[in-house]
């Protein structure tokens, strides 16, 4: 930028858009930084459960990242943000960065580090427990998830429930909204005020 050929008015406006310029990039490089941070903590061991089975509950908020089980002895840990569902054993790579940004080096590196049955058996419960997590929070009515053949390669809803920790006998409740299980597996909501009937 040549500073010398401008009119101190134009000068500063130039000044402010280069300082409005330099916050979006640092805005930007941040938001870079915290999803490569997110991601390195996808892959902790001690990540917290998922699900209370006191309360027999199930709750997680998107960026958060929870257990939702193991395959093999290594955690399964989820996180959902504004692009889906990332998990411990395959983490989106990120179409918005090049292949060898440090973001997407480490989401190879997190689906390179585990063979094809681990990945196989991981994505059957992160898949189960991503469509109950769309029913939770709004984005498939119950009656699709119980109607439809999504899921059809995951593992049960009673499977998955249970190996959370959650009483399927009983009503329990996924971001704050109440379900039930009925004999044959099929989900059903509940008004709020029958989960503590039980």
Not at 67 to 91: K, Q, R
Not at 162 to 172: A, M, N, Q, R
């Amino acid at each position: 930028m040549k500073i010398n050929s401008l009119s101190s008015r134009v000068l500063i406006q130039n000044k402010t858009k280069y300082s409005r310029n330099i916050f979006e990039i640092k805005s930007s490089a941040t938001q870079d930084s915290s999803e490569l941070s997110n991601l390195k903590k996808l892959i902790f061991p001690n990540v917290s459960k998922v699900a209370d089975h006191q309360t027999n509950s199930i709750n997680i908020k998107p960026g958060e990242i929870k257990n939702i089980g193991t395959v093999e002895g290594s955690p399964l840990n989820v996180c959902f943000n504004s692009d889906g569902m990332n998990t411990s054993f395959e983490a989106m790579v990120s179409a918005n960065e090049p292949l060898d940004s440090p973001r997407n080096q480490l989401a190879l590196d997190i689906f390179n580090s585990h063979t094809t049955a681990q990945r196989d058996k991981a994505g059957s419960i992160s898949s189960r427990f991503q469509l109950l997590y769309s029913v939770a929070n709004g984005s498939m009515s119950v009656n699709e998830y119980n109607s439809t053949d999504w899921g059809q390669n995951t593992i049960s809803t009673s499977q998955l429930l249970i190996s959370l920790g959650i009483d399927v006998t009983k009503p329990f409740s996924f971001n704050g909204n109440s379900f039930s299980l009925d004999g044959q597996g099929k989900l059903h909501a509940l008004p709020a005020s029958q989960l503590n009937l039980v």
